[in-house]
């Protein structure tokens, strides 16, 4: 199983970008795909999940919108007014078996991908 995140990239503050994930060896229809994201001498951060509906860390709410494709076992992070403190490596997981109450936990996932880095200048 693979994760690849793409759509990093550098950004003025209050801009967008648009983050995907692509799952191969196996599909995670009835599991979660999720992100997570850690800046420089800070812990992993729960950012945005989604199942059957979206989960999202408060930081982001209203700001970051997390969607899914399952026909093409795809995530996306759509993110918008994106301020420094976003600055992070994102990093996209997957994970079946995944209950309610440890969503928004990294130890949660068994699958992860390499990271995309998001960097917003001020």
């Known amino acids: 199983v693979q994760l690849q995140a793409s759509g990093g990239g550098l950004v003025q503050a209050g801009g967008s970008l648009r983050l995907s994930c692509v799952a191969s060896?196996?599909?995670?229809?009835?599991?979660?795909m999720a992100w997570f994201r850690q800046a420089p001498g800070k812990e992993r951060e729960f950012v945005a999940a989604?199942?059957?509906?979206?989960y999202y860390a408060s930081s982001v709410k209203g700001r970051f919108t997390i969607s899914r494709d399952k026909a093409k076992n795809t995530v996306y992070l759509q993110m918008n007014s994106l301020k420094p403190e976003d600055t992070s490596v994102y990093y996209c997981a997957a994970g079946t078996g995944v209950i309610t109450s440890t969503i928004a936990e990294g130890t949660a996932y068994g699958y992860w991908g390499p990271g995309t880095q998001v960097t917003v200048s001020s």
């Open positions: 989604f199942r059957w509906s979206e």
């Open positions: 060896g196996r599909t995670f229809n009835n599991g979660v």
